[in-house]
């Protein structure tokens, strides 16, 4: 049987090709200090909502950082043995957990972000400032289009 002529690209495969270049600069200091590509994003998600009192939910920082809930569990358990973490009940409803960052979790964001923010600068001196914000919008408007992400792909996370 001969192979199916598509007339696009692999869209999907570039998006991953383009995520894998970038953590290619960023996975180096995440290895630096111990924090797999999950607990970054996690650690991220954490340091992005560390001003709000009550916590992030799990079920949000699933969403947010693109892990199935069984990863997650496993990835939080990790962080709170490593101290970067602590997890509780949710007050309002004790089904819920809630997860904050500790001190030494936040000085890891502060520390990681300063590295990360550095490796954007250098995109946008490349592709300049115009064009990397084109290349947000563009990814922006493809996410609205397709209708966001319900499920996630662990591949891909």
Known sequence: MLGTAFAHRNLPRLLLQ???????????????HGLSDQQWRVLRVLGEHAREPGGIETGRIAREAFLL??????????MERDGLIT???CSQDARRTVVRATPAGLKLVRKLSATIEAHYDWLEQRLSKARLAQLYALLDE????????????EEAA
Not at 18 to 23: F, L
Not at 69 to 78: A, E, Q
Not at 142 to 147: M, P
């Open 142 to 153: 493809v996410i609205a289009l397709e209708g966001g992400v319900d499920e996630i792909d």
């Open 69 to 78: 809930g069984p990863s997650l569990s496993g990835v939080l358990t990790r």
């Open 87 to 89: 997890r509780e009940r």
């Open 18 to 32: 383009a995520r894998e270049a970038v953590m290619q600069h960023t996975r180096p200091s995440l290895r630096e």
